[in-house]
């Protein structure tokens, strides 16, 4: 079992700031690729932003040069800078994290989701 715990969120006014990390915790031997997904009322979750293992970077276009992900590898740790924040930018993120874990005596891999943070930017 793996597990992804979000912190972070919080409610913000337009064009503040706001940080969020995502710790990965269990039998973890080895973490691929990290990354951050979002989901506003009534749309579907899509990409903001991810990081491989290397530190190779992918953001969405809405949150180029706004949006930084990062990394600590030792930690299983991956954080969301988030500047000028503005309202379409409100929607609840999630960390996801593709994880080879032990499940009993067994290695497996997938693909692992935190429970989520809500993120509100309004004045």
């Known amino acids: 079992q793996v597990q992804l715990v979000e912190s972070g969120g919080g409610l913000v006014q337009p064009g503040g700031s706001l940080r969020l990390s995502c710790v990965a915790s269990?039998?973890?031997?080895?973490?691929?690729?990290m990354g951050w997904y979002r989901q506003a009322p009534g749309k579907p979750r899509e990409l903001v932003a991810t990081i491989s293992s290397g530190g190779s970077t992918n953001y969405a276009n809405s949150v180029k040069g706004r949006f930084t992900v990062s990394r600590d590898n030792a930690k299983n740790t991956v954080t969301l800078q988030m500047n000028s924040l503005n309202p379409e930018d409100t929607a609840v993120y999630y960390c996801?994290?593709?994880?080879?874990?032990?499940?009993?005596?067994?290695?497996?891999?997938?693909?692992?989701w935190g429970q989520g943070t809500q993120v509100t930017v309004s004045s």
């Open positions: 269990g039998r973890i031997l080895r973490v691929d690729a």
């Open positions: 996801n994290a593709d994880v080879e874990y032990y499940s009993g005596t067994f290695k497996v891999f997938g693909g692992s």
